[in-house]
Structure formats: structure tokens, C-alpha cells
């Protein structure tokens, strides 16, 4: 059955630190990969996507993701939190033949 | 582009009355999506349009909602009669290219159902 998973509900993190929420899928095909962010009261913004080549992707704000295959993983990455990404977080995974599918989302909560 | 643009932002209407969501999306996009968000089930797509056609409606919960795309600007998601239970943030997204294209969503409408 095709999933996407992440693990961590909510992350707390100091400004200035450094910032890594997990996603792990399950999908036959060959998947493609999502990284969008939520503000509140707000829509969906897409961060950075992966469909093939390199698997270290670069996002808008600051975020980049890495594919691993053998870890059917698609981690977000940010060097250094700044107030202003505090947000919730979905990874979104999709394959040709099927529909994206959004994971349940990880709630990002900066402290100053 | 304004992006995808939602109406109402907030619903707030009493339980059996008919509600309808509107969106008009990014011109130029041949695909459209309705989303539903809520604490418990999180993001679930509920029907998308491919050129104005519906293409898969499976994820509408029940006969009580409806949705069309007379053209490509423009699309309605009606629940009627309403529920409390419907009360959630509903998405508008589309894309151009395929379902699994990056995807522009609206801002949404929050409906409350009392």
C-alpha cells in the first residue's frame, strides 16, 4: 500500500539551530517527492520537489532535501532556524500512475 | 497570477443548509484539486478536474457533496445538506502538467458548520 510517513508531530527548535523533519514513504513505483510548508491560516507553499537527478535538491528559503532510495527516505533540511519558519510542515509523495499523497504534517515551533 | 483564489475564506452556516465553495484557479492550469484538511485526518483530496472533466471523485466522503468545473476558471464544491462533521479547511490547488505536478494552492475556506 503506498504511505507517506512522518514520524514527528511536533519539533521545537532554538533560532539559529540547525533543523532536520524525517519523511518516509511507501510506494511502488518510483516515487516523486514533495517538501510544502503552511503557515497559519494560510495554503500550501511548495519548498522543493524531487523527481530524478540529484538526489540533494535546494528549496526556496533555505531548505534543501535529500533522497535516499535504499531508506525510502526525504529528509528536509535547514542549516540554521529563523523565527519566521515556523510553520507546519508536509512531505507529498506521488508516482505516474497514482495521486500525490500528503503525509499527516510536522509542526515546526521556534523558540527565540 | 493573483494564484488560486478561494471564496468565502471563513463559512460559518447552520447544520442542513447548502454551502458552496468557490475557487478559481491559475489560469493556464489544466488541473484542479479539492482538498480537505482536518486535525484528524489531516489533508485528504477529495475530487480533481483534468481539463474540466472529473477524473476521480472517490475521496468526496459522501453523496451530500458535489463538485463541478463548468469552465477553466472556475469551480464549485457543494455540500448540501451540511453537517457539523463537515467542518474542516477546504483547498482549492491546481497545477499544469499532471496530478503529480507542483501543485498552487489557495489560501482556503475555514466552514463551520453549527
Known amino acids: 500500500a503506498q504511505s507517506v510517513t512522518q514520524p514527528d508531530i511536533h519539533i521545537t527548535v532554538s533560532e539559529g539551530a540547525s533543523l532536520e523533519l524525517r519523511c518516509n514513504y511507501s510506494?511502488?513505483?518510483?516515487?516523486?517527492l514533495f517538501w510544502y510548508v503552511q503557515s497559519p491560516g494560510q495554503g500550501l507553499q511548495l519548498l522543493l520537489k524531487y523527481f530524478s537527478g540529484d538526489t540533494l535538491v535546494q528549496g526556496i528559503k533555505g531548505f534543501e532535501a535529500e533522497f535516499k532510495r535504499s531508506q525510502s527516505s526525504f529528509n528536509l533540511r535547514k542549516p540554521s532556524v529563523h523565527w519566521s519558519d515556523a510553520a507546519e510542515y508536509f512531505c507529498a509523495v506521488g508516482a505516474v500512475g497514482n495521486d500525490m499523497r500528503f503525509g499527516a504534517g510536522t509542526r515546526l515551533t521556534v523558540k527565540p | 497570477d493573483a494564484g488560486v483564489i478561494q471564496s468565502p475564506r471563513h463559512e460559518v452556516t447552520e447544520m442542513g443548509q447548502e454551502v458552496t465553495l468557490r475557487c478559481k484557479p491559475i489560469?493556464?492550469?489544466?488541473?484542479l484539486f479539492w482538498y480537505r484538511q482536518t486535525m484528524m485526518r489531516g489533508l485528504e483530496l477529495l475530487i480533481y478536474f483534468n481539463n474540466n472533466v472529473p477524473i476521480d471523485d472517490s475521496g468526496m466522503p459522501e453523496d451530500r457533496f458535489s463538485a463541478k468545473m463548468p469552465n477553466a476558471s472556475f469551480s464549485t464544491l457543494k455540500i448540501q445538506p451540511s453537517e457539523p462533521r463537515d467542518s474542516a479547511v477546504y483547498f482549492c490547488a491546481s497545477s499544469f502538467g499532471g496530478r503529480i505536478a507542483e501543485a498552487f494552492f489557495g489560501q482556503g475556506t475555514r466552514l463551520t458548520v453549527v
Open positions: 489560469s493556464g492550469h489544466d488541473y
Open positions: 510506494y511502488g513505483a518510483t516515487p516523486y
